[in-house]
């Protein structure tokens, strides 16, 4: 293995991770990861100083172009759009709490209210620690305007994102009991794990049927919920599984996977279902990944 790739393979769950946080897409943070192995292939490793600093910047310069990119088919997408859902190594979390809150499901929504320099900037500061000097190159900005952009996108943030708990064998259960209640009819059970305030979000992006707007509230989203178990058949399966960091459910009939369910569970009871349909997005979940600080 030669220097460049040894270097670039240690630090590629991080690599990969600045990328997914940025774009919200595992394809096109696998597209950035290929782009910026060649820009580094090319390097003159003698010339960098700190090569974790100088990929992070590769990297993320990628990301903002890809993001920017995209925004088009975001604007032209067929119902709610949720970033595409990520099978992670249960380890990489398991001590790094900032960590697994910046993969959530919920985090990555509120990322998508950012403009996307506000999006890399927060990132790349909050998340993964880059002095505003550093951030200055990828978002073409002065240090000082760094600042700026970084103390309004953290202001939005926080006044968005839900409270984060460190995911533990309280919201297994709440997940364990919400498919439970769903899988046997019981209306009552289910309402007991949903928050009276919870969100659900399905998309299908125009390819499969899916909810074209988020519903909210106990009553209608256990309605919603009985009403797709209860259209199941025999070959339909529901197992759990870690889904971006959290306790998830994967819907399979037969050997095809159907969509995901992802949970934010917060004092025991969930507080939001985001189920992702759109089979492009599913590929994803073909290989779990390695994330990163």
């Known amino acids: ?36 192995w060649l820009r580094w292939s090319a390097v003159d490793l003698a010339t960098v100083e700190h090569r974790r600093a100088y990929l992070a910047r590769v990297v993320s310069r990628q990301a903002l172009n890809a ?5 088009r088919r975001r604007e032209e997408y067929v119902g709610p759009w949720l970033p595409e859902p990520l099978l992670v190594s249960a380890g990489d979390l398991a001590d790094d709490v900032v960590l697994g809150e910046s993969v959530s499901m919920a985090v990555l929504l509120v990322l998508e209210s950012l403009s996307p320099a506000e999006r890399v900037v927060f990132v790349l500061r909050e998340v993964f620690g880059f002095e505003h000097a550093e951030i200055a190159g990828v978002v073409g900005r002065t240090p000082a305007a760094v600042r700026q952009l970084a103390h309004r996108a953290r202001e939005h943030v926080e006044a968005r994102r839900p409270r984060y708990e460190p995911r533990g064998d309280e919201a297994a259960r709440a997940v364990q009991e ?20 919870v969100l659900l979000v399905s998309d299908g992006g125009g390819k499969v049927s899916a909810l074209r707007h ?11 919920v009985l009403g797709l178990f209860r259209l199941a058949t025999p070959s339909h399966t529901f197992g759990l599984a870690g889904i971006n960091g959290a ?22 009871r969930v507080v939001g279902v985001y ?7 599913l ?3 073909a290989q779990v990944r390695r994330v990163g600080r």
């Open 1 to 36: 293995m030669t220097e460049h790739a040894r270097e670039f393979t240690e630090l590629r769950p991080l690599l990969f991770t600045i990328a997914y946080e940025i774009t919200g897409s595992t394809a096109d943070a696998d597209d950035v990861l290929q782009d910026s």
């Open 67 to 71: 993001l920017r990119a995209s925004s």
């Open 178 to 197: 919400f498919l439970r209640a769903a899988g046997t009819g019981d209306l009552d059970g289910l309402l007991a794990v949903l928050d009276p305030d």
């Open 214 to 224: 988020p519903l909210r509230g106990a009553a209608d989203v256990a309605r919603f």
């Open 247 to 268: 306790p998830g459910v994967v819907v399979r009939r037969g050997h095809d996977l159907e969509g995901v369910f992802c949970f934010d569970v917060q004092e025991g």
């Open 275 to 281: 189920g992702v349909r759109n089979p492009d997005k």
């Open 283 to 285: 590929a994803s979940l």
